[in-house]
Each structure stands twice: as C-alpha cells, then as structure tokens.
C-alpha cells in the first residue's frame, strides 16, 4: 500500500467550504463562528461556480470589486474530488463528500450495478433525495426559525439535484446573475434570512471555451459588475461572502489521454470524471495490483491510489460505511494539465476548463467579505 503521506493532502487551507454556512448560522444567531463573521440579521452567499482563487488573481485587473478584497480575505479549500455536486453537497451540508455521499461527478450504484451521474441522474429515476444522506443547513434553519432563500437560474429550480442538496429553502429564480442578486436584495427587507445565491456562468464559460477565453472573461466581468453594485446597497446588519465551490485547469485537446486497453483490464466501470478516474473493479481483482500497473504508466502525470489509500490520506473526510461502495476501487487523480477518456468518443472531450483533480488550481477558492463582514474584521 502506497503510504498515505505520498499523496496530497485535499485540504490545502485550515478553513474549508464545509465551514461557510455554519459560520453564517452563527452570524444570524448572534454569534462568532469559526471565521469571526460579526452578528447579522441577513447572510447572503454567492456562489460563483468555477471562480478558482488563481484565475481570479490572474484577472484581478478584469473584476476590480471581487479584487478589491484578495489581500484582506484568506482564500479557502474545496473538497475532493473538486466537482460541483460533491462541492455543492458540502455547502449546503456543512459534511465532506465521506459523509454527504456524493462522492465525485458520477459514482457506482453499486445495488444496481451502475454508474449515475451526480447532477443529472435524479431526473431519470436514478436517485431518490435520500442519496443524499445529510440534512442540509436549509433545513436546520428553518427549525431554528430562520428563512431560507435559494437563488438561481429556473432550469435548476425543480431538478433532483437542487431537492437533494437545497433542502429547506426556497427557491427562487433570476436570469442573470444581476437579476439574482435583486432577487437577494429584495430579500434582504424580510425577516431575517440566510441567502444563497448561484452563478453557474463562469463555470459554463470554461468549459465551452477555457479559462484564456474572451467569454470566461466576460461572465468574471459580469459577475463583477453585479457584486459591484450590490455590496454598496448592503445594510449595517447585512454580510455577503463570495465563494466558489472549485477552481478550473485547462485542458487542451492534445493533452487529453485515451486510456490504453490494458489498463481497463478487470475494470467493470469507469465513473468520476477525466481529472480524477475511479474505477470499480470486477470481482476478484486486485486493487493494489490495478493501482501499480496504472503508476507504472501514468504515475508521472497522476497520482494514483486505491480507496483505502484515498480513504486514509484523508481524500473525502470521514467516510461513513454507507458511503464506501460509492468510492472506486482504484482512484486516477491528473497531476499535469491532463485529462484521461475511457471512451475516444466520450462527449466530454469538446470540454476545454475541467476539474475534478487535487491541483492548487481546482483546490484553492476565494471566500471574499462584503457588507457587515468587510467591516466587521
């Protein structure tokens, strides 16, 4: 077994996206969490999906009020596998994917013998709520008596997804990212509130067309303009925290790897995502034996570990029993700029921006104060 201690650590700062709303319930309770966040009777997170702290730095100069806050505000770690639905999952649950249960991009269903998309599989039938085994922080909200409101575009508004991970709140929908964030400032005349706002244009952007694009930089512009012109109408009693749930790399279309043969020999399925494989073995095989041959040949460009490994080095937390069949028997995490295909026409590879991986890139996000919270430091 590969010593824990060789592999990354997937927690590359002391605070982590699984403290951001407690830290805010405690805001709204007239209380100091963890981050110090002052006493508020309104606490509103923007979630920009894909916003990674080193993108945003890069483009400081294209987004002047999200900039304006880098050298006062320490960024924050994701969670691995660095991917909307277990990120989203964490936000909303304050648990880590171990215990949450949404364990990557798409995962085995391991009593059905298959692999279901994390996002989009609720719709087809091929999930149910309780997939997802915590309860949200909605949801304990609204039992301390606390309104909660979601915020984002309409298409998401009765998905599965937003069922299992929006628990409690109330959904409400805006067309762009200015649009929501009125929708938050209409909220902030109610009673007193936790607010929840999603902007998935940048993440889109990516990987349409990458980070280098014209279009990512325009959806970081947009998405600045809106901040911009919402912190100022903040209250004294108003925070706003600006967060992401993963960075972006990208990934040119010759960096992308077919996945030779031999290496899907025993393999009965191939989930998770390009950046960051897990691969489900047939029985009898050897999971140790799997991870060598894949070291041998790809353990230059990623790091590569059985579940145990990736259980012990502390990859998804805590890992409730429930939740270890949904893990891979041998996990291919992209270390370089690289993204690996089972399937050479796998649609996925129209993608430029991808995540998925442990790289400071994906890892590393901003958590910007606003408002209240600007002030109250």
């Not at 013998?113 to 997939?131: F, I, Y």
């Not at 993440?203 to 912190?231: C, I, K």
């Not at 059985?306 to 270390?335: K, N």
């Amino acid at each position: 077994m590969l010593p824990a201690g060789q592999l990354p650590s997937a927690r590359a700062r002391r605070v982590g996206l699984a403290d951001v709303l407690p830290n805010c319930l405690a805001a709204l309770s007239s209380s100091r969490g963890s981050l110090g966040l002052q006493p508020v009777s309104h606490a509103v997170v923007l979630l920009a999906d894909g916003l990674g702290l080193t993108a945003l730095e890069a483009r400081a100069g294209h987004a002047r009020a999200l900039a304006s806050r880098l050298s006062a505000d320490a960024p924050i770690s994701s969670v691995f596998p660095t991917t909307t639905a277990a990120a989203l999952a964490t936000l909303s649950t304050g648990a880590l994917p171990g215990q949450h249960g949404l364990v990557g991009y798409s995962v085995l269903d391991a009593a059905n013998d298959r692999v279901v998309n994390q996002l989009t599989g609720w719709d087809d039938g091929g999930m149910t709520t309780d997939w997802q085994r915590r309860p949200t922080l909605f949801e304990k909200a609204d039992s301390a008596g606390l309104t909660s409101i979601a915020i984002g575009p309409a298409r998401y508004a009765d998905s599965g997804f937003t069922h299992a991970v929006l628990r409690g709140a109330d959904y409400r929908a805006g067309a762009s990212i200015a649009d929501r964030l009125e929708r938050a400032h209409e909220a902030l005349a109610g009673p007193s509130a936790l607010i929840y706002v999603y902007v998935p244009e940048l993440d889109t952007a990516s990987h349409a067309h990458g980070l280098e694009s014209p279009n990512w930089v325009a959806a970081l512009e947009e998405l600045d303009a809106a901040v911009g012109r919402f912190a100022p109408r903040l209250g004294a009693s108003h925070g706003l925290l600006v967060t992401a749930d993963h960075g972006v790399v990208d990934v040119p279309h010759d960096a992308q790897i077919i996945v030779a043969p031999e290496l899907l020999d025993g393999v009965r399925h191939v989930a998770g995502e390009p950046r960051c494989l897990q691969l489900h073995l047939e029985p009898g095989e050897s999971p140790d034996q799997h991870a060598e041959r894949w070291r041998a040949g790809e353990g230059s460009r990623a790091w590569v570990a059985t579940r145990a490994e990736a259980v012990e080095a502390g990859w998804f937390g805590e890992v409730d029993p429930e939740v270890m069949p949904r893990i891979g028997d041998v996990l291919v995490a992209a270390r370089k700029r690289v993204a690996y295909y089972a399937d050479p026409d796998d649609r996925g590879r129209k993608m430029i921006g991808q995540h998925g991986s442990l790289s400071p890139d994906e890892l590393t996000i901003p958590l910007l104060r606003f408002g209240a919270w600007a002030a109250g430091r």
